[in-house]
């Protein structure tokens, strides 16, 4: 197994450096398995670097040398056990009745576990391979301070049982979207010119990162399943068994975006139909055979009847018969079927008010809970939308409770600066995570995520049975991974909120800044941490304030989605309006007067939303067309805040370029290059921003700035 990055690739949050604390000590890992073996070669590679040692348990316990005090848990500085095998001779001084009064045999599960110190031991306990390879990981976020002389035992478990990324990636590069659909961080890591790129070390690298941040599941082509794509799931299924076998050693399982249409696109048959008998059997041998060549696949992500894609409504049939015919197959063999709930009218007239698409996903599901298979997932865009700066919570999330949920996320940065600029997106995601769709007695997102049910006010310790969270990667070809070295941090950050969303993301950037940056500015780490919190922690509601204002969205570039456009899609079929004209601007989705989305959420939001005097501020124009004069709770006019944001958010991006210049000298100069390249790019997209919104509102409104700025 080669699990070193290549030479010419970024190490992101995992530099040799990291391994320090464990690579200097003595070390003995106990357990058997493929997982075990990555913990094991992990910990042996870094002694070889920082002159550790590491070691296997005895075979014969009874026949250790004499002055082998491994019982006494006094021989090593360092302890990765499963449980019961192999531990109580080895670690039951450290922690064995602790941890079996306190919390009992199979409390850990398949990737939980338990941290403790004990004299000068410091003890990793699993009862799955899983769990000791977390344990490893994070044993390196900790680094010194895992060996400190006290330490209060920890159990980590992780909230969500499914941790997952979409990869966008088409084989053959397409003739609009390029080799990745909404990449901007080069080429696939899988896919190269129509076939699998020959040398995957660098997927196993990824592997290892995602490892490293908890992410347990990938897909690894677009949702968009074109001609070749489909074919991974039959003649070209050899290529998805080689990425599994690379993949595998760090527990990330592969699944594969799958065509409704495949029986007809490579089974030859007439139909698609999902209750037709021939397709049902069609389904399940494809799905015999992807399981003879990858045994342990996790399973299919759908898109149907969207955006031109076949679905079941092509046969007068439900998304619940569509899903559960590819459930049924993949039942025997524990699979599961992604169903994306991303389902809209994407031909509409912009004149026609009555057609909401934010109403879309609700009106189409709601009325199937409790039709779908138990390893059906319906995967929920986390707001109504797609993925705009400022929506709501998409109410589905709280309409469905018979039915799994997996709440999406965008990493990729689609519409929010596309990797070129810099847009910290944890402090959004745990804004929607936190977030209690039925208020403070219920739960949260992220526990409905994880599987809680609508009566439960209290969060689940461990992962359940929901859906879990899912996020389209923002991973290319580039040697910075993700195009801008900072926007790592989303991808880091992705992974350790899926893993406990109640993590702050101060606390997430920090500790992905002292992975990153501790080895290549050892001497600078205190203005390191300073200079990026200044930049990073605020940076997404700063890329809000020089864009779209108070929840209107989509005022980009058509088709590529970057830069301003304010009109581009106004008068379009996509369903993506904001309604400006010269009395005010905002869409009227209220029940009184509009097109009743307010009526989808249950309370108390129906009518925090419903009405103009309750509504918050933030998403004031997604719920309410309004005069430019409306006064905000902020005491602002709606029109004087588009203007006072978008002067100060060019002020903020040219602030963030003056920081970044205080750490010329101090980080890797290539890192620091590509950086500020990005960063000059930000100061004239938002410096462009600006100057086209504000333009617009003025002539719209023809109401002057209060300040006197010069406006065009």
Not at 126 to 143: C, K, M, Q
Not at 445 to 462: C, K, L, N, Y
Not at 681 to 689: G, I, L, S, Y
């Amino acid at each position: 197994m080669n699990s070193v990055p290549p030479n010419d690739v970024h190490a992101a949050w995992l530099p040799p450096e990291a391994f320090r604390a464990l690579g200097s000590r003595r070390s003995l890992v106990c357990g058997e398995g493929t997982l075990v073996d990555t913990v094991r070669d992990e910990i042996a590679r870094a002694c070889v670097r920082y002159g550790g040692s590491t070691d296997r348990p005895h075979p014969r316990p009874d026949r250790r040398p004499a002055d082998d005090r491994s019982a006494a848990g006094t021989a090593y500085d360092l302890v990765l056990a499963l449980v019961p095998a192999g531990l109580l001779p080895i670690a039951a001084a450290a922690v064995d009745v602790v941890y079996r009064r306190r919390y009992g045999a199979g409390t850990l599960g398949e990737e939980g576990f338990l941290l403790a110190r004990h004299t000068e031991v410091t003890v990793v306990l699993a009862e799955a391979p899983a769990g000791l390879l977390y344990g490893l990981f994070h044993l390196v976020r900790l680094g010194e301070s895992a060996f400190g002389l006290t330490r209060p035992m920890e159990l980590h478990r992780p909230a969500m049982r499914l941790r997952m990324l979409n990869h966008w990636d088409n084989i053959d590069v397409h003739p609009v979207m390029g080799q990745v659909e909404r990449g901007y961080a080069g080429g696939s890591i899988f896919w190269q010119d129509g076939a699998r790129r020959e040398d995957l070390t660098r997927v196993g690298a990824y592997g290892r990162l995602l490892a490293a941040c908890g992410v347990n599941a990938v897909s690894v082509n677009n949702v968009n399943v074109h001609a070749t794509e489909a074919r991974l799931l039959t003649d070209r299924l050899g290529d998805v068994a080689a990425i599994a076998d690379v993949l595998r050693p760090y527990g990330i399982r592969v699944h594969l975006s799958v065509s409704f249409a495949a029986p007809v696109m490579l089974g030859g048959l007439s139909s698609a139909d999902p209750l037709d008998e021939a397709v049902r059997e069609w389904w399940a041998d494809a799905t015999k055979r992807v399981y003879e060549s990858v045994p342990d696949f996790g399973g299919y992500v759908v898109k149907a009847d969207s955006e031109g894609q076949p679905g079941p409504f092509g046969y007068g049939r439900s998304h619940a018969d569509g899903a559960n015919v590819l459930a049924d197959a993949l039942s025997p063999y524990g699979g599961v079927v992604h169903w994306r709930a991303f389902v809209y009218n994407h031909r509409q007239d912009w004149r026609d008010r009555s057609t909401d698409r934010a109403r879309a996903a609700h009106d189409h599901f709601v009325p199937l809970d409790g039709q779908f298979r138990d390893n059906v997932i319906l995967q929920v865009k986390h707001g109504p939308m797609d993925f705009q700066t400022r929506e709501p919570v998409s109410p589905v999330i709280a309409g469905m409770p018979g039915t799994r949920l997996a709440v999406e996320l965008q990493v990729t940065q689609e519409y929010t600066g596309q990797q070129r600029h810099i847009c910290y997106l944890a402090p959004w995601w745990s804004e929607v995570l936190g977030f209690g769709p039925w208020g403070d007695d219920g739960p949260t997102v992220a526990a409905v995520a994880a599987g809680a049910s609508v009566g439960d006010a209290a969060e689940r310790g461990a992962a359940g049975d929901g859906g879990g969270l899912v996020a389209v990667s923002n991973v290319g070809d580039d040697p910075f991974w993700t195009g801008h070295p900072l926007a790592q941090a989303n991808l880091y950050a992705f992974g350790r909120l899926a893993w406990d969303p109640r993590l702050a993301p101060t606390a997430v950037l920090d500790e992905w800044i002292e992975l990153t940056f501790a080895a290549s500015a050892p001497n600078g780490l205190g203005l390191v941490r300073r200079v990026l919190r200044a930049i990073m922690d605020d940076s997404w509601r700063t890329y809000e304030r020089y864009t779209a204002p108070l929840g209107v969205g989509f005022m980009v570039h058509p088709g590529d989605h970057y830069g301003p456009d304010v009109d581009g899609y106004e008068y379009s079929r996509w369903g993506t309006y904001h309604f400006a004209d010269r009395d005010g601007v905002g869409v009227d989705r209220t029940r009184a007067s509009g097109t009743a989305f307010t009526g989808q959420f249950p309370p108390p939001w129906r009518d925090v939303y419903e009405s103009v005097e309750s509504c918050p501020d933030e998403l004031l124009l997604f719920f309410h067309h309004v005069p430019y004069g409306h006064v905000l709770h902020s005491g602002s006019t709606v029109i004087q805040h588009i203007y006072d944001t978008h002067f100060a958010g060019v002020e903020q991006v040219v602030a963030m370029r003056q920081q970044w210049e205080r750490l010329a000298g101090v980080i890797d100069p290539g890192v620091h290059a590509r950086v500020r390249e990005r960063l000059d790019e930000q100061v004239r997209c938002a410096t462009e921003w600006r100057d086209q919104i504000n333009t617009y509102f003025f002539r719209k409104s023809g109401v002057p700035d209060a300040h006197g700025r010069r406006i065009h």
